[in-house]
C-alpha cells in the first residue's frame, strides 16, 4: 500500500521559500495523482496544489498561485513543492496525499467524495519574523 512521507517544512521568514517533498513507499507514483494539502490551527484543511503525476498536469489554489510549484521526478518517486515569496498566512502542517486514479485529467483539490485516501505525517511550516 502507498504510504507518502513528507519532509522539508521549517521555521521561515517572510518573502523566504522552502521546498518541500513527498516520497513514496509501497508503491511507484505512476499513475497516481498527488496532492498538498495544509491546515492552520483552527482553521479548516484547504487544498494547495496537486499534480497528475504520468502526465504532468497541475491545479494550484488561488492563493498560491505564482507563488508555489509542484512538481515530480518519477525517477525518484517523489514530488515537490517549491514555495516562494512565504507569507505569514502560509504557516500551517502541509499533507501530502495520494490518490490511484490512471485515468483522471484534471486533479481536484478537494479530499472530499473518497479522493485522495493515502495520507502522510505531515510537516510543519512556520512562516514568521
Known amino acids: 500500500q502507498l504510504q507518502p512521507v513528507e519532509s522539508g517544512g521549517d521555521l521561515v521568514q517572510p518573502g523566504g521559500s522552502l521546498r518541500l517533498s513527498c516520497s513514496a513507499s509501497?508503491?511507484?507514483?505512476?499513475?497516481?495523482?498527488v496532492g498538498w494539502f495544509r491546515q492552520a490551527p483552527g482553521k479548516e484543511r484547504e487544498g494547495v496544489s496537486c499534480i497528475i503525476v504520468s502526465a504532468g498536469r497541475t491545479n494550484y489554489a488561488d492563493s498560491v498561485k505564482d507563488r508555489f510549484t509542484i512538481s515530480r521526478d518519477t525517477f525518484k518517486n517523489t514530488v515537490y513543492l517549491q514555495m516562494n515569496n512565504l507569507k505569514p498566512e502560509d504557516t500551517a502542517v502541509y499533507y501530502c496525499?495520494?490518490?490511484?486514479?490512471?485515468?483522471?485529467?484534471?486533479?481536484?483539490?478537494?479530499?472530499?467524495?473518497?479522493?485522495?485516501?493515502?495520507w502522510g505525517q505531515g510537516t510543519q511550516v512556520t512562516v514568521s519574523s
Open positions: 509501497g508503491s511507484t507514483l505512476a499513475h497516481h495523482t
Open positions: 496525499a495520494a490518490e490511484y486514479a490512471p485515468l483522471m485529467t484534471i486533479c481536484p483539490l478537494l479530499s472530499t467524495n473518497g479522493h485522495y485516501p493515502h
